[in-house]
């Protein structure tokens, strides 16, 4: 079974940053794309940003050229770079990773989700 483990998230003021860091733990599973997903107040979640084993990345348009997702396959772990955050950032971010190797689908190992609230 693969844990996924998350950074605390917090409190930004519009315009800031915050960096989210997400590890995941496995002795005997090798996963494939891992990303990000958000979860506004009474919204659906939605998928943030998401990147392959060889660095294949896409990313929502909402966060395009504020976001960056990179990831270290020898830690097995990915981090999500957010910068100028906006009010309508705010919710409830998870990690999630795909349990194929070859899967560029992160939908399988969830994180227990980090609260991001970006408020003056």
């Known amino acids: 079974q693969v844990q996924l483990v998350e950074s605390e998230g917090g409190l930004v003021q519009p315009g800031g940053s915050l960096r989210l860091s997400c590890a995941a733990t496995?002795?005997?599973?090798?996963?494939?794309?891992m990303g990000w997903y958000r979860q506004p107040p009474g919204m659906q979640r939605e998928l943030v940003a998401s990147i392959t084993r060889d660095a294949g990345s896409k990313y929502a348009d909402s966060v395009k050229g504020r976001f960056t997702i990179s990831r270290d396959n020898t830690k097995n772990t990915v981090t999500l770079q957010m910068n100028n955050l906006k009010p309508e950032d705010t919710a409830v971010y998870y990690c999630?990773?795909?349990?194929?190797?070859?899967?560029?689908?992160?939908?399988?190992?969830w994180g227990q989700g980090t609260q991001v609230t970006v408020s003056a």
């Open positions: 496995s002795t005997f599973f090798t996963i494939g794309a």
């Open positions: 999630s990773a795909a349990r194929n190797y070859y899967s560029p689908y992160p939908k399988d190992y």
